[in-house]
Protein backbone atom coordinates (compact mmCIF):
# COMPACT_ATOMS: atom_id res chain seq x y z
CA UNK A 1 0.00 0.00 0.00
CA UNK A 2 0.88 3.39 -1.24
CA UNK A 3 2.64 5.55 2.20
CA UNK A 4 1.87 9.16 0.66
CA UNK A 5 -0.96 9.48 -1.36
CA UNK A 6 -1.13 12.14 -3.71
CA UNK A 7 -4.59 13.07 -5.82
CA UNK A 8 -5.08 13.77 -8.84
CA UNK A 9 -2.17 11.63 -10.33
CA UNK A 10 -3.14 13.52 -13.88
CA UNK A 11 -4.17 17.07 -13.68
CA UNK A 12 -5.01 19.61 -17.00
CA UNK A 13 -5.58 22.89 -16.41
CA UNK A 14 -5.97 25.69 -18.29
CA UNK A 15 -3.60 29.07 -18.34
CA UNK A 16 -5.55 31.39 -15.74
CA UNK A 17 -7.18 28.68 -13.49
CA UNK A 18 -6.35 27.45 -10.03
CA UNK A 19 -5.55 23.64 -8.96
CA UNK A 20 -5.08 21.61 -5.69
CA UNK A 21 -2.52 18.74 -5.69
CA UNK A 22 -3.43 16.60 -2.49
CA UNK A 23 -0.47 15.17 -0.31
CA UNK A 24 -1.13 12.99 3.13
CA UNK A 25 1.33 10.51 4.71
CA UNK A 26 0.70 7.54 6.49
CA UNK A 27 4.29 6.94 7.82
CA UNK A 28 3.94 9.26 10.91
CA UNK A 29 6.56 11.42 9.93
CA UNK A 30 6.99 15.53 10.89
CA UNK A 31 8.34 17.26 8.21
CA UNK A 32 6.61 17.51 4.59
CA UNK A 33 8.32 19.14 1.41
CA UNK A 34 6.87 19.72 -2.27
CA UNK A 35 9.00 19.18 -5.05
CA UNK A 36 9.00 20.11 -8.70
CA UNK A 37 10.48 17.96 -11.66
CA UNK A 38 10.41 19.14 -15.16
CA UNK A 39 12.45 19.05 -18.45
CA UNK A 40 14.60 22.28 -17.36
CA UNK A 41 14.98 22.12 -13.51
CA UNK A 42 14.89 18.23 -12.46
CA UNK A 43 13.98 17.44 -8.22
CA UNK A 44 13.57 21.22 -7.54
CA UNK A 45 12.63 22.19 -4.31
CA UNK A 46 9.90 23.95 -3.28
CA UNK A 47 8.91 24.12 0.29
CA UNK A 48 9.64 22.43 3.64
CA UNK A 49 7.43 22.11 6.66
CA UNK A 50 7.85 20.35 10.00
CA UNK A 51 4.76 19.95 12.63
CA UNK A 52 2.50 22.21 10.25
CA UNK A 53 4.84 24.63 10.17
CA UNK A 54 6.64 26.40 7.32
CA UNK A 55 10.15 25.96 7.82
CA UNK A 56 11.90 27.11 4.31
CA UNK A 57 10.31 28.39 0.65
CA UNK A 58 12.79 28.24 -2.38
CA UNK A 59 9.36 28.92 -4.54
CA UNK A 60 9.94 32.59 -6.22
CA UNK A 61 6.34 32.63 -6.98
CA UNK A 62 3.36 33.22 -4.61
CA UNK A 63 1.44 31.53 -6.92
CA UNK A 64 2.35 28.74 -4.73
CA UNK A 65 0.79 28.41 -1.88
CA UNK A 66 1.42 25.23 0.65
CA UNK A 67 -1.60 24.21 3.26
CA UNK A 68 -1.09 22.14 5.99
CA UNK A 69 -5.04 21.53 7.76
CA UNK A 70 -3.22 18.00 9.69
CA UNK A 71 0.34 17.25 10.11
CA UNK A 72 0.49 14.43 7.75
CA UNK A 73 -1.21 16.62 5.32
CA UNK A 74 0.74 18.68 2.95
CA UNK A 75 -1.47 20.13 -0.52
CA UNK A 76 -0.19 22.82 -2.40
CA UNK A 77 -2.60 24.88 -4.14
CA UNK A 78 -1.31 26.79 -7.56
CA UNK A 79 -3.26 30.09 -8.71
CA UNK A 80 -2.99 31.81 -12.13
CA UNK A 81 -1.66 28.97 -14.02
CA UNK A 82 0.88 29.18 -16.51
CA UNK A 83 1.99 27.00 -19.15
CA UNK A 84 5.65 27.14 -17.69
CA UNK A 85 3.72 25.21 -14.71
CA UNK A 86 3.58 22.18 -16.24
CA UNK A 87 5.65 19.52 -14.46
CA UNK A 88 5.51 16.82 -12.35
CA UNK A 89 4.79 17.74 -8.28
CA UNK A 90 6.36 15.10 -5.79
CA UNK A 91 5.10 15.05 -2.41
CA UNK A 92 7.80 13.95 0.25
CA UNK A 93 8.39 13.79 3.68
CA UNK A 94 11.13 12.66 6.48
CA UNK A 95 10.49 11.48 10.42
CA UNK A 96 12.16 15.01 11.34
CA UNK A 97 13.38 18.29 9.05
CA UNK A 98 16.97 17.25 8.87
CA UNK A 99 19.27 17.09 5.91
CA UNK A 100 20.35 14.22 6.98
CA UNK A 101 17.25 12.47 6.79
CA UNK A 102 16.09 10.04 3.92
CA UNK A 103 13.16 11.51 1.73
CA UNK A 104 10.27 9.24 1.03
CA UNK A 105 8.48 10.06 -2.04
CA UNK A 106 4.75 10.07 -3.54
CA UNK A 107 4.09 8.88 -6.63
CA UNK A 108 3.51 12.28 -8.15
CA UNK A 109 0.96 14.99 -9.49
CA UNK A 110 1.59 15.53 -13.39
CA UNK A 111 0.42 18.75 -13.97
CA UNK A 112 -0.07 19.95 -17.82
CA UNK A 113 -1.24 23.62 -18.38
CA UNK A 114 -2.92 24.36 -21.76
CA UNK B 1 27.76 28.60 -3.40
CA UNK B 2 27.38 25.60 -1.98
CA UNK B 3 26.11 22.90 -4.60
CA UNK B 4 26.60 19.05 -6.22
CA UNK B 5 27.37 18.34 -9.34
CA UNK B 6 26.47 15.55 -12.21
CA UNK B 7 28.63 16.28 -15.10
CA UNK B 8 26.87 13.50 -17.19
CA UNK B 9 23.58 14.15 -18.14
CA UNK B 10 23.59 10.50 -19.86
CA UNK B 11 25.52 7.30 -19.51
CA UNK B 12 24.84 4.32 -22.15
CA UNK B 13 26.62 1.42 -21.73
CA UNK B 14 26.48 -2.67 -22.08
CA UNK B 15 24.69 -5.28 -19.78
CA UNK B 16 27.95 -6.46 -17.50
CA UNK B 17 30.50 -3.25 -17.72
CA UNK B 18 30.81 -1.51 -14.75
CA UNK B 19 29.22 1.63 -13.68
CA UNK B 20 30.38 5.02 -12.50
CA UNK B 21 28.21 8.10 -12.39
CA UNK B 22 29.83 10.90 -10.94
CA UNK B 23 29.08 13.65 -8.43
CA UNK B 24 30.84 16.13 -6.66
CA UNK B 25 29.98 18.85 -3.66
CA UNK B 26 30.88 22.31 -2.96
CA UNK B 27 30.02 23.14 0.52
CA UNK B 28 31.72 24.75 3.48
CA UNK B 29 30.17 22.34 5.43
CA UNK B 30 30.62 18.59 5.70
CA UNK B 31 27.86 17.62 3.65
CA UNK B 32 25.39 14.45 3.76
CA UNK B 33 25.54 13.24 0.22
CA UNK B 34 22.80 10.53 -1.11
CA UNK B 35 22.26 8.75 -4.23
CA UNK B 36 18.44 8.60 -5.17
CA UNK B 37 16.87 6.19 -8.02
CA UNK B 38 13.93 7.37 -10.14
CA UNK B 39 12.80 4.41 -12.41
CA UNK B 40 10.92 5.22 -15.61
CA UNK B 41 7.21 6.60 -14.15
CA UNK B 42 7.75 6.07 -10.68
CA UNK B 43 8.70 8.43 -7.37
CA UNK B 44 12.70 8.41 -6.81
CA UNK B 45 13.85 6.64 -3.73
CA UNK B 46 16.56 6.44 -1.63
CA UNK B 47 19.65 4.20 -3.33
CA UNK B 48 22.37 4.81 -0.31
CA UNK B 49 23.45 8.11 1.59
CA UNK B 50 27.18 8.26 2.75
CA UNK B 51 27.01 8.76 6.43
CA UNK B 52 26.22 4.26 7.81
CA UNK B 53 28.76 4.30 10.74
CA UNK B 54 31.75 4.91 8.87
CA UNK B 55 31.16 1.98 6.52
CA UNK B 56 30.78 1.61 2.53
CA UNK B 57 27.21 1.96 1.87
CA UNK B 58 26.47 -0.36 -0.25
CA UNK B 59 22.75 -1.62 -2.12
CA UNK B 60 21.63 -3.35 -4.54
CA UNK B 61 25.31 -4.20 -5.79
CA UNK B 62 25.87 -0.11 -5.67
CA UNK B 63 28.16 1.76 -3.52
CA UNK B 64 29.73 4.78 -2.58
CA UNK B 65 32.37 6.59 -1.26
CA UNK B 66 32.59 10.01 0.36
CA UNK B 67 35.70 11.63 -1.00
CA UNK B 68 36.52 15.27 1.32
CA UNK B 69 39.55 15.56 -0.50
CA UNK B 70 38.02 15.47 -4.14
CA UNK B 71 34.96 16.61 -2.92
CA UNK B 72 33.38 13.49 -4.68
CA UNK B 73 30.70 10.89 -3.66
CA UNK B 74 30.82 8.80 -7.48
CA UNK B 75 28.44 6.04 -7.61
CA UNK B 76 29.26 2.50 -8.92
CA UNK B 77 29.13 -0.93 -9.50
CA UNK B 78 30.81 -3.56 -10.36
CA UNK B 79 28.26 -5.29 -13.66
CA UNK B 80 25.65 -3.32 -15.22
CA UNK B 81 22.18 -5.08 -14.90
CA UNK B 82 19.51 -3.77 -17.64
CA UNK B 83 17.31 -3.32 -14.70
CA UNK B 84 19.95 -0.37 -13.43
CA UNK B 85 18.45 1.47 -16.04
CA UNK B 86 16.83 4.04 -14.65
CA UNK B 87 17.77 8.45 -13.74
CA UNK B 88 20.13 8.60 -10.89
CA UNK B 89 20.50 11.77 -8.58
CA UNK B 90 22.89 12.47 -6.12
CA UNK B 91 21.65 14.85 -3.68
CA UNK B 92 23.42 17.22 -0.84
CA UNK B 93 21.90 17.74 2.36
CA UNK B 94 23.22 21.62 3.23
CA UNK B 95 23.57 23.06 6.25
CA UNK B 96 20.37 24.97 5.52
CA UNK B 97 18.63 21.46 5.99
CA UNK B 98 17.50 21.34 2.60
CA UNK B 99 18.10 18.73 0.31
CA UNK B 100 19.29 19.33 -2.96
CA UNK B 101 18.95 17.35 -5.90
CA UNK B 102 21.78 17.64 -8.80
CA UNK B 103 20.68 17.75 -12.24
CA UNK B 104 20.41 13.90 -13.17
CA UNK B 105 22.06 11.32 -14.70
CA UNK B 106 19.85 9.02 -17.10
CA UNK B 107 21.60 5.35 -17.25
CA UNK B 108 20.70 3.16 -19.64
CA UNK B 109 22.00 -0.36 -20.05
CA UNK B 110 21.55 -2.53 -23.43
CA UNK B 111 21.99 -5.86 -23.83
Known amino acids: DPKIIQKPKYLVAVTGSEKILICEQYLGHNAMYWYRQSAKKPLEFMFSYSYQKLMDNQTASSRFQPQSSKKNHLDLQITALKPDDSATYFC?????????????FGSGTRLTVL | GDSVTQTEGLVTLTEGLPVMLNCTYQ??????LFWYVQHLNEAPKLLLK?????KRPEHQGFHATLHKSSSSFHLQKSSAQLSDSALYYC??????????FGSGTQLTVMP
Open chain 2, 27 to 32: STYSPF
Open chain 1, 92 to 104: ASSPRWFSAETLY
Open chain 2, 50 to 54: SFTDN
Open chain 2, 91 to 100: AWGSGSWQLI
